[in-house]
């Protein structure tokens, strides 16, 4: 419980940090030199139609308009590909620098870094004033080609800079939408320890009291695992489930049961049949006499 409120604290803090600027603004860091640049995209004016009686100065206002537009747009591509040829650039030295955080960008009021293993690179957002704080999307996660696994294929290159930059803005976008769920499941883990509370408090014979043990310890342990994986990436959860061992001592404890009831209908059965015959034997004995 204490970990889930912490995510959520945590997400707080990150849509409380993001910054929507005029135009496009991205820091862009070059991994190989350990330098950054500062970008922005100028957001071109919407001009609107020319009126069919428009005076000669409307006419001039409106040509001065699309030039610039134009001349915005131009240094726009030219920014933007300088933007996408450093962004390639680093994705291949990334390739090259496992198991290290690398700052790549920063972004909307955040800094985001990259981290990169055999299997798969995963991208995380911290707030720029805040770099205790990170978020991993789950968009935002590139796991290697399965073909290519155990061979030299760079599947970082792989990663284009206008996808990646849709995946931020989605992963931005959804952090509303990440605590409210967060929230939810918050709710919903207080209502099933309240409920698991009473039923222990209560003391009163249930069958499959244990079992309801058995579940909310194992929820404690997935969740304690889930803390130590976001601290740690290279923890590797074992988790035995404390619920199938005892859901499956109480299967056969029911099937023993049922094997002695079993046995009991059977040794009554028997005695049903044997009744009549001894006090038959019995009549003709006194008969005789």
């Avoid at 990170?134 to 970082?156: H, L, R």
Wanted: proline share 4%; with cysteine; net charge neutral.
């Amino acid at each position: 419980m204490d970990y889930l409120k912490q995510e959520l604290k945590d997400l707080e803090t990150l849509q409380s940090s993001v910054m929507i600027p005029t135009h496009t603004e991205i820091k862009l860091y070059d991994l190989k030199n350990e330098e950054s640049k500062d970008y922005e995209l100028i957001k071109v004016k919407e001009v609107e139609p020319l009126k069919e009686n428009a005076s000669m100065s409307e006419e001039l206002t409106h040509k001065k308009l699309k030039e610039q537009n134009k001349q915005i747009a131009e240094q726009n591509k030219e920014k933007l590909d300088a933007i996408k040829k450093q962004f390639a650039s680093n994705l291949n030295d990334l390739f090259f620098n496992e198991e290290r955080d690398c700052k790549l960008l920063e972004y909307k009021g955040f800094v985001v870094k990259a981290y990169k293993t055999k299997y798969q690179v995963e991208f995380s957002l911290s707030p720029k004033d805040n770099p205790n704080i990170a978020y991993s999307p789950s968009n935002m996660v590139y796991k290697n080609d399965t073909g290519n696994m155990f061979s030299s294929y760079n599947f970082c290159a792989e990663i284009k800079f206008d996808g990646f930059l849709k995946k931020l803005d989605n992963a931005i976008t959804k952090l509303p939408e990440k605590i409210k769920e967060l929230e939810n499941s918050i709710e919903t883990t207080k209502e099933n320890i309240a409920k698991y509370t009473r039923l222990v408090e209560q003391k009163l014979p249930y069958p499959r009291l244990e079992y309801l043990q058995a579940l909310k310890w194992d929820h404690k342990t997935l969740i304690d695992d889930l803390a130590k994986m976001g601290k740690d990436r290279d923890y590797k959860p074992v988790f035995n489930p404390k619920s199938k061992e005892v859901l499956k001592k109480m299967n056969a404890e029911k099937r023993a049961n049922l094997v002695d009831e079993r046995e009991e209908i059977k040794e009554q059965a028997n005695q049903e049949v044997h009744r009549p015959m001894k006090k038959a034997a019995n009549d003709d004995y006194d008969m005789g006499m």
